[in-house]
T-cell receptor, first 115, second 111 residues
Framework: DTEVTQTPKHLVMGMTNKKSLKCEQH?????MYWYKQKAKKPPELMFV???????INESVPSRFSPECPNSSLLNLHLHALQPEDSALYLC??????????????FGPGTRLTVT | GQQVMQIPQYQHVQEGEDFTTYCNSS?????IQWYKQRPGGHPVFLIQ?????EVKKQKRLTFQFGEAKKNSSLHITATQTTDVGTYFC???????????FGQGTELSVKP
């Protein structure tokens, strides 16, 4: 199984709402990532978890709160978002290696619209 | 900060023509990866290059890694409509643990 799943596919939320994005993989990967992608732009890294611990936070605003409950699951909790946060949110996973950077497997993404 | 530049931004070709996208890094890369994102889709891993001067082929796709490990290219021979999408190169960041993506090259193919 080389699939990363994400739910929901689409999400529309108001600026006062709280919602969560979910990501799951069963490839035994121990690194998981959240990216934000705007139209016609490359994926922009937000967070990296390695062995269920947050290893990289790319200075993301606190209205985005990641969580890694176990090695297969990754959540992104959203609160008080702004319209400019509307984007495609991609989850990815990869193996972790010493001195080697493995390829990433991306999920289909959640298309988020903030109204 | 570390940057990965990719050109051209857009490329429109007639089916059957060749296509090349180029990637340049401001620093030496330990490796470089290439991804393809179809319209409305998500990035899909194509290949990884690790060695200086490395050349790899996948059917009509040829990938090269420069001798100085600061540049890379993807060449598609005789494009087909199925090649449509955005091609991203990505190198490992200086501090490790993350990919730095190029801006991508959007390829459109006219039948």
């Amino acid at each position: 199984d080389t699939e990363v799943t994400q739910t929901p596919k689409h999400l529309v939320m108001g600026m006062t709402n709280k919602k969560s994005l979910k990501c799951e993989q069963h490839m035994g990967h121990r690194a998981m990532y959240w990216y934000k992608q705007k139209a016609k732009k490359p994926p922009e890294l937000m967070f990296v978890y390695s062995y269920e611990k947050l290893s990289i936070n790319e200075s993301v605003p606190s209205r985005f709160s990641p969580e890694c409950p176990n090695s297969s699951l990754l959540n992104l909790h959203l609160h008080a978002l702004q319209p400019e946060d509307s984007a495609l949110y991609l989850c990815a996973s990869s193996q972790v290696g010493t001195g080697f950077f493995y390829e990433q497997y991306f999920g289909p993404g959640t298309r988020l619209t903030v109204t | 900060g570390q940057q990965v530049m990719q050109i051209p931004q857009y490329q429109h070709v007639q089916e059957g023509e060749d296509f090349t996208t180029y990637c340049n890094s401001s620093t030496t890369l330990s490796n470089i990866q290439w991804y393809k994102q179809r319209p409305g889709g998500h990035p899909v891993f194509l290949i990884q290059l690790v060695k200086s001067g490395e050349v790899k082929k996948q059917k009509r796709l040829t990938f090269q890694f420069g001798e100085a490990k600061k540049n890379s290219s993807l060449h598609i021979t005789a494009t087909q409509t199925t090649d449509v999408g955005t091609y991203f190169c990505a190198g490992e960041g200086n501090q490790g643990g993350k990919l730095i993506f190029g801006q991508g090259t959007e390829l459109s193919v006219k039948p």
